[in-house]
């Protein structure tokens, strides 16, 4: 059945317009998008300036970016391109990405109905990261951009069982990769996924080697010309971070209850079901028993996500940022138990982070996208379909996204 303009609900061109006044206002509803700007913009003009020297000592600018997008910048900064056009020109392609997640969402859920299509669009709309790297260009969203087509293809791989799909979704990857280089550990997803479908065959062997060769410049530039700016940058500098950015136990607490946050309204409204396990809370329970006793991650060193640092706002101390943690980590068991590359998707997004500081943003608006395209869950799409979930998932969403601005 095809859709009509009459069938998108009206709070979807309330968000789309909002969307546009962003633009308009400089909306900086993540705190650091502006910031992050001017900080590639000074590099983009460094590469403007002396190409040579820019790539040849780039680990110096302290910058955890690729610098696939600054150099770009740069051609476009020795052109005198106004400021103005580039992020007007990034705003417009950033569209592609909730255009892509629809084409995922028709691909995934071919049953599902056109008005449960646009919320999920929606909540893309309301992401503050998305909004505000939509209005401050960033290689993140570019990433996430090609990120979102691997996946399309993936799923059309995955639906039709087609090679060539296979091959683009290692192409489309690689671009994500090179964009955005915490994307690459998604590589061992797909790849284990494609080996479990297609067997030890002449095709895998030929996806290995696409994969060699498409990682043969990033791996040469880091590891040969010794161009490591993915551990020489840092968010900020503390002596002895290093011992902080390798604990892993950190990464655990703090990123599962940042993915947790993203789950709390569909767990609310039992779309996505928790049934109580004994097995499971035991489970849950030494995890962050573990967890807590080498936790070292401190308010100081900025990000965290949003429980983290309601913890110490509200009580000076993590204790309710534990017992939250607690829940975080028992509902992730519950809802991804059921398959293995659920706990390998949950790996991946803790190796994806290997820099001291984590941010709500690195999961925002990742997550929700992962959950309805690559996690194997079981959705009550029938409890979606209800005005009173609708209204409760948008609130949640837009308080989100409002606190962004208080903020």
Same mark, same amino acid.
């Not at 690729?66 to 910048?73: E, T």
């Not at 859920?109 to 929606?122: G, H, M, P, R, T």
């Not at 979606?384 to 208080?406: D, N, R, V």
């Given at each position: 059945m095809k859709e009509k303009l009459t069938d998108i609900p009206h709070y979807f061109f309330l968000i789309m317009l909002s969307y546009v006044f962003a633009f308009l206002i400089g909306e900086n509803s993540t705190g650091g998008a502006i910031i992050d700007y001017n900080n590639q913009k000074k590099l983009s003009q460094a590469f403007s300036n002396n190409f040579l020297d820019t790539i040849n000592n780039y680990e110096?600018?302290?910058?955890?970016?690729?610098?696939?997008?600054?150099?770009?910048?740069?051609?476009?900064?020795?052109?005198?391109?106004?400021?103005?056009?580039?992020?007007l020109f990034h705003f417009l392609i950033s569209l592609s990405l909730p255009i892509i997640i629809f084409k995922c969402l028709k691909l995934k859920?071919?049953?599902?109905?056109?008005?449960?299509?646009?919320?999920?669009?929606?909540l893309i709309f309301l992401s503050p990261t998305f909004r505000s790297l939509s209005v401050w260009p960033d290689s993140r969203i570019l990433g996430l951009v090609f990120f979102v087509t691997s996946i399309y293809y993936y799923l059309h791989f995955e639906k039709n069982n087609l090679f060539k799909y296979a091959i683009l979704n290692t192409i489309f990857l690689s671009i994500s990769a090179y964009l955005s280089p915490n994307f690459a550990v998604f590589s061992i997803f797909f790849f284990a996924k494609f080996l479990k479908i297609l067997g030890i065959n002449k095709k895998i062997l030929s996806l290995i080697f696409l994969n060699v060769l498409l990682a043969f410049p990033a791996f040469h530039f880091i590891f040969i010309e010794k161009h490591n700016f993915l551990f020489a940058a840092k968010a900020i500098t503390i002596e002895g971070s290093e011992k902080h950015q390798f604990n892993y136990f950190n990464k655990i607490l703090l990123i599962?209850?940042?993915?947790?946050?993203?789950?709390?309204?569909?767990?609310?409204?039992?779309?996505?079901?928790?049934?109580?396990?004994k097995k499971d809370f035991i489970l849950a329970f030494f995890i962050v028993l573990i967890s807590s006793f080498f936790f070292d991650y401190k308010s100081t060193f900025s990000g965290g996500g949003i429980f983290f640092n309601m913890s110490y706002f509200l009580f000076d101390n993590k204790l309710l940022f534990l017992f939250i943690s607690f829940l975080s980590i028992y509902s992730l068991i519950?809802?991804?138990?059921?398959?293995?590359?659920?706990?390998?998707?949950?790996?991946?997004?803790?190796?994806?982070?290997?820099?001291?500081? +984590?941010?709500? %943003?690195?999961?925002?608006?990742?997550? =929700?996208? @992962?959950? #309805? &395209?690559? !996690?194997s869950t079981q959705i009550n799409f029938d +409890?979606?379909? %209800?005005?009173?979930?609708?209204?409760? =998932?948008? @609130?949640? #969403? &837009?308080? !989100?996204?409002?606190?962004?601005?208080?903020k």
């Open positions: 110096s600018f302290g910058t955890r970016h690729s610098p696939i997008i600054p150099m770009f910048l740069g051609v476009l900064e020795y052109l005198s391109i106004p400021d103005k056009f580039l992020r859920f071919d049953f599902l109905e056109f008005k449960i299509k646009i919320l999920l669009i929606s599962s209850s940042i993915l947790f946050f993203y789950l709390i309204p569909f767990i609310y409204l039992k779309i996505l079901e928790i049934n109580i396990s519950n809802i991804f138990k059921n398959s293995l590359f659920n706990f390998l998707i949950f790996l991946l997004l803790i190796a994806s982070n290997i820099q001291l500081s +984590i941010y709500h %943003k690195y999961y925002d608006p990742l997550f =929700i996208i @992962l959950i #309805f &395209s690559i !996690f +409890i979606m379909k %209800k005005f009173k979930s609708q209204f409760i =998932i948008l @609130l949640y #969403f &837009s308080a !989100f996204l409002i606190l962004g601005f208080i």
